[in-house]
């Protein structure tokens, strides 16, 4: 059996498949990714359009698509700009709760369509002051993640308390796609070695 194709660069991806054993390669979905204000439309409609383009891609392939978004007090927020907004964010959620939504499409071969699901965690964010934000972004370097962080990169720096999927705040909730690997009856683990 072919590797799984994972449509993202995402290096907490990468590692998420890798800790639950999963064969895959690596296929960046070259797409523009949209913001609209309702946060589970965003992150289906990016991670529809990520599934899209690794299907033109690799045709005949098991795949797997995901976005991830954060929602904190109505506004929607995905990857920052550059360093300045990073911030900006960081500081947008202090002290505040958010959520943390992705959603994830994949498909069999032979699937004409993706099945598409989506999962929500809940975080609490410590009180940062401007220092505290410009230290975490020098530490941990999340520029490319949505909300300009990452829970399992220097995570209690900045995080308070989660509820939920970890594996979802880090950008791919490992349940969801073991369940549907299984269901499918793809040989999920590696052999051991």
């Known amino acids: 059996m072919q590797p799984i194709v994972l449509a993202s660069a995402s290096p907490r991806r990468s590692a998420i498949l890798a800790r639950i ?15 609209l204000p309702d ?18 891609l690799r045709p005949r392939r098991w795949l797997l698509a995901a976005d991830t978004v954060v929602s904190c007090e109505g506004k929607t927020f995905g990857k920052p700009s550059g360093r300045e ?3 900006q964010m960081l ?7 958010q959520h943390v939504f992705t959603a994830v499409c994949l498909s069999t071969p032979e699937q004409p369509k ?3 699901f989506i999962e929500t965690s809940a975080l609490l964010f410590r009180r940062l002051s401007r220092a505290d934000a410009e230290t975490y972004l020098d530490l941990a370097k999340t520029l490319g993640c949505a909300g300009a962080y990452d829970i399992g990169t220097y995570g209690d720096r900045i995080v308070s ?12 909730p490992a349940g969801i796609v073991e369940q549907w690997l299984h269901s ?10």
């Open 91 to 97: 500081l947008a959620f202090s002290g505040k709760q």
């Open 21 to 35: 054993g999963v064969l895959f390669e690596v296929c960046p979905a070259d797409c523009s990714e949209v913001r």
């Open 85 to 87: 907004e990073a911030i």
């Open 161 to 172: 308390r989660v509820t939920g999927s970890t594996t979802n705040i880090e950008g791919l």
């Open 39 to 56: 946060p589970v439309e965003t992150c289906a409609t990016n991670a529809q359009l990520k599934w899209d383009a690794a299907r033109a």
């Open 114 to 116: 993706p099945d598409l």
């Open 184 to 193: 499918r009856r793809y040989p999920l683990f590696t052999p051991p070695s």
